[in-house]
């Protein structure tokens, strides 16, 4: 069964500290992984996505590794402020032909829950 | 450009009554897919759509539906409201329905059921 594990459930981090957050994933054949930050209420915005040739990919103070081998990324973020308090929830896409569950056979996380606190 | 736009925003139904979600993607996005999200989980896979046909269905019942428009706009349903359907609808368009491209989603429509 395609599962995606994401670590810590929560975080909480002073303003300006950098943190990493987890993923895990037995997704397989695997196509592309992606992190999405998810503010309080509102739909999730894309961060990055990593193919399984990519090993890290930024999008300025966020920072996403992939190992394709051990299956686990990671979501970096530099110098955290304020507005960084989401939920940034991974989310892992598989390949293969039409299976009825969904071309995108997309997998998400639960998400991890950071808090930046002044 | 404007984003993915769903309507309403919010909205409060009893029991066994029914409500129709609604959802406008990209401009130049042929798919549509559909997401419910419970409080502290991630999203969960309902309906995927492309050029107004069903590509994808999650383990949903048959209370929900779905359907696409020419216009690529699409329309969620669900019949017969439970209290476990309280929860954010998230729509999200991409270009097709390929793994390989990026979702946008919308902000969603909060679904209180009492």
């Known amino acids: 069964k395609n599962q995606v594990e994401q670590s810590p459930q929560s975080l909480i981090i002073l303003e300006g500290k950098n943190c990493t957050l987890q993923?895990?994933?037995?997704?397989?054949?695997?196509?592309?992984l992606r992190w999405y930050k998810q503010d309080t209420g509102r739909g999730p915005v894309s961060l990055t996505i990593?193919?399984?040739?990519?090993n890290t990919k930024s999008n300025g103070r966020y920072t996403a590794t992939l190992d394709a081998d051990t299956k686990q990324s990671s979501l970096h973020i530099t110098a955290s402020q304020l507005s960084d308090s989401a939920s940034y929830i991974c989310?892992?896409?598989?390949?293969?032909?039409?299976?009825?569950?969904?071309?995108?056979?997309?997998?998400f996380g639960k998400g991890t829950k950071l808090s930046v606190i002044p | 450009d404007a984003g993915v736009t769903q309507s309403p925003t919010h909205l409060i139904k009893t029991r066994g009554q029914q409500v129709t979600l609604r959802c406008s993607p990209i401009?130049?996005?042929?798919?549509v897919s559909w997401y419910q999200q419970v409080l502290g989980q991630g999203p969960q896979f309902i309906f995927q759509?492309?050029?107004?046909?069903?590509?994808g269905r999650g383990n949903f019942p048959d209370r929900f539906s779905a359907r696409q428009f020419p216009n690529y706009s699409s329309e969620l349903n669900v019949n017969a409201l439970l209290l476990g359907d309280s929860a954010l609808y998230l729509c999200?368009?991409?270009?097709?329905?390929?793994?390989?491209?990026?979702?946008?989603f919308g902000a969603g429509s909060r679904l209180t059921v009492l």
């Open positions: 999200a368009s991409s270009l097709d329905y390929s793994g390989a491209n990026v979702l946008t």
């Open positions: 993923c895990n994933y037995t997704v397989s054949p695997f196509s592309n």
């Open positions: 990593m193919t399984f040739s990519e």
């Open positions: 989310v892992v896409s598989g390949t293969g032909t039409y299976s009825g569950a969904g071309s995108y056979q997309l997998t």
């Open positions: 401009s130049g996005h042929k798919s």
């Open positions: 759509y492309y050029e107004k046909e069903e590509r």
